[in-house]
């Protein structure tokens, strides 16, 4: 049973392009969760996810950043614009069927700006 | 939630047993302690939880002390591959709670050959 997975592991974006990181969670996994961390910081919930529906977006920037989970394939984030701010980890989560369970973590995509 | 105190950073020496501390004293009666892990470049990685009473799994063990006060995370035997960011969170066991974890700077461990 694979693991969350998340692509790509690495991305670097110049200002003012579009970035898209991908998420599949485990198999049979209901919810989706991002994550941000800063350098030197904690992980920072950005967005709680369940298929084709946002159930609590309060972490994320009202502009420029929007997440999807479709009913079919992976759960994406995407930031539009990217500013040098931008640039940090963006760790994906999964858990079965409750928010009440433990969460499955990816391994993570570092997102450079230039 | 309730909010931790977690030192720094810590050493181990490879082979010992790492205890590693966690202050919650404003820890309230639904609310467990969750300790959680990541390794360099990863994400963080799920440990054990616990309620009030001790708990132990093939990763670790929890103490946790009869007030609640405070809780110790104790790897019996530590390897070089458990140098890691440890994070103690407390957190309510009902819904909506993965997403308020609150995540600190956790316990940077060294683990010493």
């Known amino acids: 049973n694979a693991g969350v997975m998340q692509n790509p592991r690495h991305l670097v974006r110049r200002r003012g392009q579009e970035a898209r990181l991908r998420c599949s969670p485990m198999?049979?996994?209901?919810?989706v969760y991002w994550y941000r961390q800063l350098p030197e910081e904690g992980l920072k919930f950005m967005v709680y996810?369940?298929?084709?529906?946002?159930?609590?977006e309060s972490g994320m920037p009202k502009e420029r950043f929007s997440a999807e989970f479709p009913k079919e394939g992976p759960s994406i984030l995407r930031i539009q614009q990217v500013v040098r701010g931008d640039s940090a980890a963006y760790f994906c989560a999964s858990s079965p069927n409750t928010e009440r369970e433990k969460l499955f973590f990816g391994s993570g995509t570092q997102l450079s700006v230039l | 939630d309730a909010k931790t105190t977690q030192p720094t950073s810590m050493d181990c020496a490879e082979g010992r047993a790492a205890n590693l501390p966690c202050n919650h004293s404003?820890?309230?009666?639904?609310?467990?302690v969750y300790w959680y892990r990541q390794i360099h470049s990863q994400g963080p990685q799920y440990i054990i939880h616990?309620?009030?009473?001790?708990e132990t799994n093939e990763m670790a063990s929890l103490i946790i002390t009869e007030d609640r006060k405070s809780s110790t995370l104790i790897l019996p035997h530590a390897t070089l591959r458990d140098t890691a960011v440890y994070y103690c969170i407390v957190r309510p066991f009902d819904a909506g709670n993965n997403r308020k974890l609150i995540w600190g700077l956790g316990t940077s461990l060294a683990v010493n050959p």
């Open positions: 616990g309620l009030k009473n001790n």
């Open positions: 996810l369940q298929k084709e529906n946002i159930i609590d």
């Open positions: 198999k049979g996994h209901s919810h």
């Open positions: 404003t820890i309230s009666g639904n609310e467990y």
